[in-house]
Nanobody
């Protein structure tokens, strides 16, 4: 099973940018759809963005569309989330996840369909 570790979180002012990374171990990373989720205090974990194992297929939550970009580098076993125009409501712990199975034809937005998670990285956006 793939193991995941996020990095790149921090404190940023509203309107700023951050780039999150998720380093994966294991040989199946390039065959798995990957996603980013976030959880704010007192709230349930929510979908942010996901990307297919094949290049070119991505999906975003409406709240981040046009501001966040998900990408991956299969040669480095790394998933990224570029976050621009950050807002205070983006404050949360961000988690990367690996979708169940390999070579999946759909990109899942439900966290129950992800079976591997990182430990999370805190993103705090000040107003």
């Amino acid at each position: 099973q793939v193991q995941l570790r996020e990095s790149g979180g921090g404190l940023v002012q509203a309107g700023g940018s951050l780039r999150l990374s998720c380093a994966a171990s294991g040989r199946t990373f390039s065959s798995k759809n990957m996603g980013w989720f976030r959880q704010a205090p007192g709230k349930e974990r929510e979908f942010v963005a996901a990307i297919s194992w094949r290049p070119g297929s991505t999906v975003y939550a409406d709240s981040v569309k046009g501001r966040f970009t998900i990408s991956r580098d299969n040669t480095k076993n790394t998933l990224y989330l570029q976050m621009n125009s950050l807002k205070p409501e983006d404050t949360a712990v961000y988690y990367c996840g690996a979708q169940q199975g390999i070579l999946a034809s759909y990109v899942a937005q439900r966290d129950g369909l992800y079976d591997a998670w990182g430990q999370g990285t805190q993103v705090t956006v000040s107003s």
